[in-house]
């Protein structure tokens, strides 16, 4: 359905993606895991149209990018990472401007709004203005708007972002139905769990550079990521000190210190042991069987930063 092969764009001297390349089959959920400026958002505007790449090449559907676009439109849903609606319209009056612009009209759009603002459980405060929505509802509205000329691919960038635990639970279940269904989905994110959670395959991207991708136990094998012990300590322990005691990779984020392990019961006595004989006094610590987050720390060195 996707293929994106080795693109690049920079703004000025910056070059925000350095040459990725990744295939989405129909009906899968990808996602784009990464920390804020690793190139998710770009990518996505690139595919979005938003602007061309400045080498390599896309196609959608088997048509590339550039050549037809207007019947590659047709065929995309974009959820921005910014909202983009009418603050002083109503959901409804945002609903149905979204959807002509999509060239649907008359009862068929109609129809197709009023089902959207049920199945995002918003029909009730259609008439509300949208400067009353909470980030999550807006957010919510966002979706159904994407989806009024019923898309064959969904480009979702960060579309949690603000929004509070109700919402963002809700917003999962529509898209896992989506999928379900049998929709095309890229998902942009640097929240470990959602691409755990949402995602069949995942590509760690970072700095402009897709490190790796495959599903969550492809990339644990690749990364040969066991488990990962989290210590809480009441102060900030010296991340260079711990790694030279412990000879693997640790990684401090103020009282939190993170470490790769390939025997947890063994490292486990050790950390503690060097924590206490430093000083570090420790509030509270965690063992986390092979997961996500060990993926990307063992990959990058560093902890998936906001």
């Given at each position: 359905?996707?293929?994106?092969?080795?693109i690049?764009?920079?703004?000025?001297?910056?070059q925000?993606v350095?040459?990725?390349?990744f295939?989405?089959k129909d009906g899968?959920?990808?996602?784009?895991l990464?920390?804020n400026?690793?190139g998710?958002?770009t990518?996505?505007?690139?595919?979005?149209?938003?602007?061309?790449?400045?080498?390599?090449?896309?196609?959608?559907?088997?048509?590339?990018?550039?050549?037809?676009?207007?019947?590659?439109?047709?065929?995309?849903?974009?959820v921005?990472q910014?909202?983009?609606?009418?603050?002083?319209?109503s959901?409804?009056?945002?609903?149905?401007?979204w959807g002509?612009?999509?060239?649907?009209a008359?009862?068929?759009?109609t129809?197709?709004a009023?089902?959207?603002?049920?199945?995002v459980g918003?029909?009730?405060?259609r008439?509300d203005?949208?400067?009353?929505?909470?980030?999550?509802?807006?957010?919510?509205?966002?979706?159904?708007?994407?989806?009024?000329?019923?898309?064959?691919?969904?480009?979702?960038d960060?579309?949690t972002?603000?929004?509070?635990?109700q919402?963002r639970?809700?917003?999962?279940?529509?898209i896992q139905?989506l999928?379900?269904?049998?929709?095309?989905?890229?998902?942009?994110?640097?929240?470990m769990?959602?691409?755990e959670?949402l995602?069949?395959?995942?590509?760690?991207?970072?700095?402009?550079?897709?490190i790796?991708?495959?599903?969550?136990d492809?990339l644990?094998?690749?990364?040969?990521?066991?488990?990962m012990?989290i210590?809480d300590c009441?102060?900030?322990p010296?991340?260079?000190?711990?790694?030279?005691k412990l000879?693997?990779t640790?990684?401090v984020?103020e009282?939190?210190?993170?470490?790769l392990?390939n025997?947890?019961?063994?490292?486990l006595?050790?950390?503690?042991?060097?924590?206490?004989?430093?000083?570090?006094?420790?509030?509270?610590?965690?063992?986390?069987?092979?997961?996500?987050?060990?993926?990307?720390?063992k990959?990058?060195?560093?902890?998936l930063?906001?």
């Amino acid at each position: 359905m996707i293929e994106v092969k080795n693109i690049t764009k920079s703004y000025g001297k910056t070059q925000a993606v350095r040459g990725i390349s990744f295939s989405i089959k129909d009906g899968e959920c990808y996602g784009l895991l990464g920390p804020n400026g690793a190139g998710k958002s770009t990518t996505i505007n690139m595919l979005s149209m938003l602007f061309p790449p400045d080498s390599g090449d896309l196609a959608i559907g088997g048509i590339p990018i550039g050549k037809t676009n207007t019947q590659i439109k047709s065929m995309l849903g974009i959820v921005p990472q910014e909202i983009a609606l009418y603050e002083k319209f109503s959901a409804w009056e945002n609903v149905l401007f979204w959807g002509s612009i999509y060239g649907v009209a008359g009862k068929a759009l109609t129809d197709k709004a009023e089902n959207l603002l049920k199945w995002v459980g918003l029909y009730d405060r259609r008439k509300d203005a949208i400067t009353e929505y909470s980030g999550g509802m807006k957010r919510r509205i966002n979706i159904a708007c994407a989806l009024l000329h019923s898309p064959k691919v969904l480009l979702l960038d960060e579309p949690t972002v603000g929004v509070d635990p109700q919402s963002r639970n809700l917003i999962f279940e529509l898209i896992q139905q989506l999928n379900k269904d049998g929709m095309t989905i890229i998902y942009t994110t640097h929240y470990m769990e959602e691409a755990e959670k949402l995602c069949n395959r995942i590509g760690i991207i970072d700095n402009g550079l897709i490190i790796a991708q495959g599903t969550l136990d492809e990339l644990k094998t690749q990364s040969q990521v066991n488990d990962m012990i989290i210590v809480d300590c009441t102060n900030t322990p010296d991340e260079k000190l711990l790694a030279e005691k412990l000879k693997t990779t640790v990684v401090v984020n103020e009282n939190r210190v993170s470490v790769l392990s390939n025997d947890s019961k063994k490292d486990l006595t050790h950390i503690v042991t060097i924590c206490n004989d430093a000083g570090y006094e420790i509030n509270r610590i965690d063992i986390q069987k092979g997961n996500l987050e060990g993926v990307f720390l063992k990959m990058t060195g560093k902890q998936l930063r906001d």
